[in-house]
């Protein structure tokens, strides 16, 4: 096969994974809608610095783009179903995963661990876009 047939495969198969890279959503209309978020979360980056508060209940999202379900060194109170969904099935959260999670938590994972028992801490469905979210949260992300 020739380099250029080589390379032109290589790019064309590559292409829809770095078009994902982008987000879909508004990160200003994600930040407003993050208020509903913010009861359960924050967003606090490794040296500290505040951008939202952080609340007790949920785990820190700074980082959460690209980070595997269910994986915060700092929060131990994930589901296990979560964690399943991290560990066992590999859930990183992307777009594509963050959106049909926060739209139905219990259901999400339910689907991506085959547990028809499954449940999710985040009782909370998401009103508004996710997508929109999702841009907003992977401002703060170590990718």
């Given at each position: 096969m020739s380099k250029l047939k080589s390379f032109v495969i290589a790019a064309f198969l590559t292409a829809p994974f770095a078009a994902q890279a982008e987000p879909t959503g508004d990160a200003d209309a994600g930040e407003s809608n993050f208020r509903q978020c913010a009861s359960c979360h924050g967003v606090v980056d490794p040296d500290g610095t505040v951008i939202h508060r952080l609340a007790p209940t949920g785990p820190n999202l700074w980082g959460v783009v690209g980070r595997q379900a269910g994986s915060y060194e700092d929060y131990a109170r994930f589901s296990s179903a979560i964690v399943a969904a991290g560990e066992e099935h590999d859930v990183v959260w992307d777009e594509e995963s963050f959106v049909a999670y926060v739209n139905d938590p219990s259901g999400y994972l339910r689907?991506?661990?085959?547990?028809?028992?499954?449940?999710?801490?985040?009782?909370?469905?998401?009103?508004?876009?996710?997508?929109?979210?999702?841009?907003y949260l992977a401002q703060f992300s170590a990718e």
């Open positions: 689907e991506v661990t085959g547990d028809s028992r499954a449940r999710s801490n985040m009782n909370h469905r998401l009103r508004g876009s996710a997508e929109d979210i999702y841009a």
